[in-house]
């Protein structure tokens, strides 16, 4: 099984700021089915990216996706008051999926 | 508009059974592999199960293996998860999710969540 580890376990950042959010997995994984979710108290998660860098309709152009092979990135250009929330990476491997344990972008 | 709804969550003893379903609406549900994932309080995301659009193939997480069955009813727009001997560690929100379109590799619409409570 594929263990997907984020980083950092929050993140503390001012609005108009740039978050970086780090995804690694235990081993290489296709590109393709690297995916990142938004998810915000009492709501359920939000596809962010699939493919590790393609937007999900409706995502602002300030939410991009990077990686390949075990190291996958989240960048959010200029963080707005709207974008604090936990955002976890998946990846599906052999039948199975997986989650990384998620970070949270809350607000300095 | 796709919707996804579920239902039947509530409080149970441990060892007990629950079944959800989740209500599916806006698109061709049989055209689409459905997935079971859950949310202990406080915790991250897990994935439970998934079926394929003709309940050809089904998987599950380790940890609910020989206890939950996922199934579907394509007539009824209709996704299912039965779970017996429940335990403590079993309680979660479980969401309901659709894979992404054009089969990418993703969950693009979620349900709201149905609780589910194992205490005694």
């Known amino acids: 099984e594929i263990v997907l580890t984020q980083s950092p376990g929050t993140l503390s950042l001012s609005p108009g700021e740039r978050a970086t959010l780090s995804c690694r997995a235990s081993q290489s994984i296709s590109s393709n089915y690297l995916s990142w979710y938004q998810q915000k108290p009492g709501q359920p998660p939000r596809l962010l990216i699939y493919g590790a860098s393609s937007r999900a309709t409706g995502i602002p152009d300030r939410f991009s996706g990077s990686g390949s092979g075990t190291d996958f990135t989240l960048t959010i250009s200029r963080l707005e008051p709207e974008d604090f929330a936990v955002y976890y990476c998946q990846q599906y491997g052999s039948s199975i999926w997986t989650f990384g344990q998620g970070t949270k972008v809350d607000i300095k | 508009e796709v919707q996804l709804v579920e239902s039947g969550g509530g409080l149970v003893k441990p060892g007990g059974s629950l079944g959800l379903s989740c209500a599916a609406s806006?698109?061709?549900?049989?055209?689409?592999?459905m997935y079971w994932v859950r949310q202990a309080p406080g915790k991250g995301l897990e994935w439970v199960s998934s079926i394929t659009t003709t309940s050809a193939y089904i998987y599950y997480v380790d940890s609910v293996k020989g206890r939950f069955t996922t199934s579907r009813d394509n007539a009824k727009n209709a996704l299912y998860l039965q779970m017996n001997s429940l335990r403590v560690e079993d309680t979660a929100v479980y969401y309901c999710?659709?894979?992404?379109?054009?089969?990418?590799?993703?969950?693009?619409?979620w349900g709201q969540g149905t609780l589910v409570t194992v205490s005694s």
């Open positions: 806006g698109f061709t549900f049989s055209s689409y592999n």
């Open positions: 999710a659709r894979r992404g379109a054009d089969g990418a590799y993703c969950y693009d619409y």
